[in-house]
């Protein structure tokens, strides 16, 4: 289990296991986290990346955004599984390196997934689409969960070592489904997923579940975790965003919350705290939101009024968050705070 240490705090020792390449994972060292101070004058839990967006929508060749990504540590640097939308509007992943964290190559081709035997080839008989990745450092590998068409959206699970060769297992859930996101490890034994069953359009509703699973490919136990809250700017729907990060205090759950105004949703992000051993339990959870689309380039592009987070870097070392998140369906961003601080935040506003 990590630790909450207060700002600016240094400790001399990870307190989290280290990554199979090195890296520490959970709350251990991560000196190279992108990083920007808190503006003067700011009183923000989360400020944002005075570079924003870090990652514009042509980036790539034939790309017409990309947005709603997820970056890990890697190597030396860092890897990323990225949402590219093309010029023909097709929705789907991409590989990408940086050594940053801010400057990233992005792989012109899409990410081909090997099956993981006959059975799992069948998914792959007709491509619909594949978007909203998340990747989460899980034992040995890095997982990767992503909204997987499959007669209607439904969550994809697939693997990589090195972000160059990726291996497709069942989808998780029956259609439709999207925001699947794993624990970083086992609970109990068992493997842990979020996910926010919707429906096959721009889903007016949704809840987010936590299924169990003792190998990856079979989920049940399906349990509620957290619903919408009326006249909020989570009022509509949630679902989950970046991995769940464990602290002392339970698991630290950044996430999306969606209102319906008059010109159309409003997406918004916020922060829970689940209980350690049954994350179906929710132990504080922020009122207030830690961002909404209030920037040009989170109120302006092919979706108005959208922040959607899908991954988060700590250093547990100096209580740095890094947060990526894509603004209005169009570029990717960043923003910053303290974990301690947004515990803090979570809790006085629950
Ligand atoms: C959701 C997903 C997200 C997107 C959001 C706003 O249903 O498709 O990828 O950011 O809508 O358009």
Not at 48 to 64: A, F, H, K, M, T
Not at 171 to 182: D, H, S, T
Request: proline content about 7%; overall charge negative; some cysteine.
């Amino acid at each position: 289990m990590g630790i909450v240490i207060p700002s600016g705090q240094e400790i001399s020792e990870p307190a989290a296991p280290q990554r199979a390449n090195g890296l520490a994972v959970g709350l251990g060292r991560l000196p190279s986290i992108p990083w920007e101070p808190r503006p003067a004058g700011s009183r923000a839990t989360i400020w944002r990346s005075s570079r924003n967006p870090i990652i514009p929508r042509d980036l790539i060749e034939r790309s017409n955004s990309i947005f709603n990504s997820a970056v890990v540590p890697f190597g030396d640097g860092f890897a990323g599984v990225f949402r590219v939308d093309d010029t023909t509007r097709e929705m789907n992943l991409h590989a990408g390196h940086s050594a940053d964290g801010i400057n990233w190559t992005i792989e012109p081709a899409t990410i081909q997934w090997a099956a993981i035997d006959g059975r799992t080839s069948e998914i792959q008989g007709v491509f619909e689409h594949a978007y909203d990745p998340r990747v989460t450092w899980l034992e040995d590998r890095y997982y990767v969960t992503w909204c997987n068409g499959y007669h209607g959206p439904t969550i994809g699970i697939g693997y990589t070592y090195d972000f160059k060769t990726f291996h497709q297992l069942e989808n998780a859930f029956l259609p439709f489904n999207r925001n699947g996101v794993l624990f970083p490890r086992r609970v109990n034994g068992q493997y842990l997923m979020l996910s926010r069953p919707s429906d096959n359009g721009h889903t007016p509703f949704g809840d987010i579940f936590v299924s169990e699973s003792p190998d990856l490919i079979h989920w049940g136990r399906h349990r509620h975790v957290m619903g919408t809250r009326s006249w909020t700017w989570e009022s509509t729907k949630i679902g989950a965003g970046p991995t769940p990060i464990e602290t002392t205090e339970g698991w630290l759950l950044f996430y999306h919350g969606v209102l319906t105004s008059c010109n159309g949703y409003v997406y918004s992000f916020g922060a829970a705290l689940l209980d350690l051993d049954e994350p179906w339990k929710v132990i504080a959870r922020s009122r207030d939101y830690l961002i909404s689309p209030q920037m040009p380039y989170e109120q302006i592009g092919d979706v108005p009024n959208v922040t959607f987070p899908c991954a988060a870097l700590v250093d547990g070392a100096t209580d740095r968050v890094t947060i990526y998140y894509g603004a209005a369906d169009t570029v990717t961003c960043l923003a910053h705070g303290y974990l301690s601080e947004i515990i803090d935040f979570v809790k006085a506003r629950s």
